[in-house]
T-cell receptor, first 112, second 112 residues
Framework: AQSVTQLGSHVSVSEGALVLLRCNYS??????LFWYVQYPNQGLQLLLK??????LVKGINGFEAEFKKSETSFHLTKPSAHMSDAAEYFC??????????FGTGTRLKVLA | DGGITQSPKYLFRKEGQNVTLSCEQN?????MYWYRQDPGQGLRLIYY???????QKGDIAEGYSVSREKKESFPLTVTSAQKNPTAFYLC???????????FGQGTRLTVV
């Protein structure tokens, strides 16, 4: 079975500061990992995904994430936060089935 | 443009009435999903379908029903047996196990 834990339901950063959103996963088989962003009253938009290969994955809007098998982590980072990054972020895992398991989300607030 | 269309965006129903949420995709994806989103709980899987005329229960299927008569369509019926149906409902689709899921814009259902 797979599971995802996102540490911190709310994260605040200053504009221009580093964004770090944490995600740890559990999977009995090699996982596929995803980060999504959601703006209010909208669907989820894919930021980036890890399937196989390079462990550092670059996504849209300057975000990237690193797959660390030894730590079972897939943390999301962005060097410099922008006001438009304020949203809710979800980490998700999938494995050998078609099911996607989502974390409970982290709401990012960007302070001017 | 290819994508997933959910309708309506907002839906109000009286308690005890069944209601059907529409989900249509033109991405030619085999798999489709329904998730329920409540504040602080992330996305919970209601039903998913890997191919036409086949679907499986997710984690919170009680009080819901689906059909998959066409590849493009995966409607969700919220029945009167669902004890707390007010929520944000998201439909998604994917092409294969390792690919990301694409989401619709969601339907916010309010039962009064």
């Amino acid at each position: 079975a797979q599971s995802v834990t996102q540490l911190g339901s709310h994260v605040s950063v200053s504009e221009g500061a580093l964004v770090l959103l944490r995600c740890n996963y559990s999977s009995s088989v090699p996982p596929y990992l995803f980060w999504y962003v959601q703006y209010p009253n909208q669907g989820l938009q894919l930021l980036l995904k890890y399937t196989t290969g390079a462990t550092l994955v670059k996504g849209i809007n300057g975000f990237e994430a690193e797959f660390k098998k030894s730590e079972t982590s897939f943390h999301l980072t962005k060097p410099s936060a922008h006001m438009s990054d304020a949203a809710e972020y979800f980490c998700a895992v999938s494995a050998s089935t078609y099911k996607y398991i989502f974390g409970t989300g982290t709401r990012l607030k960007v302070l001017a | 443009d290819g994508g997933i269309t959910q309708s309506p965006k907002y839906l109000f129903r009286k308690e005890g009435q069944n209601v059907t949420l529409s989900c249509e995709q033109n991405l030619n994806h085999d798999a489709m999903y329904w998730y329920r989103q409540d504040p602080g709980q992330g996305l919970r899987l209601i039903y998913y379908s890997q191919i036409v005329n086949d679907f499986q229960k997710g984690d919170i299927a009680e009080g819901y029903s689906v059909s998959r008569e066409k590849k493009e369509s995966f409607p969700l019926t919220v029945t009167s047996a669902q004890k707390n149906p007010t929520a944000f409902y998201l439909c998604a689709s994917s092409i294969e196990v390792a690919s990301a899921a694409f989401f619709g814009q969601g339907t916010r259902l309010t039962v009064v």
